[in-house]
């Protein structure tokens, strides 16, 4: 079982790049790409795909707002790529992201 959140951090192959899973999040809030067609290219498993829900489902409201979700959650999994403190484990992203 791959987890969205670990293969972000690179705990987990096949990795998967924050900046481009922030633009792809971008690009299904306010462009032309689908939910369906981001869990396809990351090939993501159940698991990872109902992380990815959940994830989503938090960005909410007037475009500001959810730019602002999307961006957020970019520099959180840039601090957890990292190893951050406080952004160090799988777990205190998790609660970090409300997921």
Do not use: W
């Not at 987890?3 to 987990?12: A, F, P, T, Y």
């Not at 938090?58 to 190893?83: C, N, P, S, W, Y």
């Amino acid at each position: 079982m791959m987890s969205l959140v670990e293969r972000l951090m690179g705990l987990e192959d096949p990795k998967i790049s924050v900046h481009e899973f922030a633009a792809s999040c971008f690009e299904i809030v306010f462009g032309p790409r689908t939910v369906q067609q981001t869990k396809t290219y990351y090939k993501m498993d159940a698991a990872a795909q109902a992380e990815f829900d959940s994830l989503m489902s938090t960005v909410k409201g007037t475009d500001m707002k959810r730019f602002r979700t999307i961006f957020m959650f970019e520099q959180v999994f840039i601090l957890a790529e990292h190893g951050a403190p406080l952004y160090s484990t799988p777990s205190k992203i998790r609660i970090r992201l409300n997921i």
